[in-house]
């Protein structure tokens, strides 16, 4: 099992930035994909972004605009959420999942979650 901590969230202007970390103080999360999800309120969680364990591999869900990028830093057992020009249907609550394969993409998939990261955009 794998701890995940999610950070970076928080309160941000229509059009800025943040940049979303998940982290891991195992030395292990290089063995696992690692997926992003967002819930916003009154809504379903939602698959936002899936990384391979090497990095090499990478997909987007539908719904998730051209202005958010999924990367990972083994060395640092992280994983990243860069989120550029951000706009208010944005706002939600951002998770991080890991499962040792990739290509999975639905909730009851991924066994490890952190416990989520707000992120709130004004207008």
């Known amino acids: 099992q794998v701890q995940l901590v999610e950070s970076g969230g928080g309160l941000v202007q229509a059009g800025g930035s943040l940049r979303l970390s998940c982290s891991t103080s195992e030395p292990t999360l290089s063995n696992y994909a690692v997926a992003w999800f967002r819930q916003a309120p009154g809504k379903e969680r939602e698959f936002v972004a899936l990384?391979?364990?090497?990095?090499?591999?990478?997909r987007y869900g539908d719904s998730v605009p051209d202005r958010f990028t999924i990367s990972r830093d083994n060395s640092k057992n992280s994983v990243y959420l860069q989120m550029n020009n951000l706009k208010p249907e944005d706002t939600a609550v951002y998770y991080c999942?890991?499962?040792?394969?990739?290509?999975?993409?639905?909730?009851?998939?991924?066994?490890?979650w952190g416990q989520g990261t707000q992120v709130t955009v004004s207008s």
């Open positions: 990384i391979s364990a090497g990095g090499g591999s990478k």
């Open positions: 999942a890991a499962r040792r394969t990739f290509g999975a993409y639905g909730l009851d998939e991924y066994p490890d």
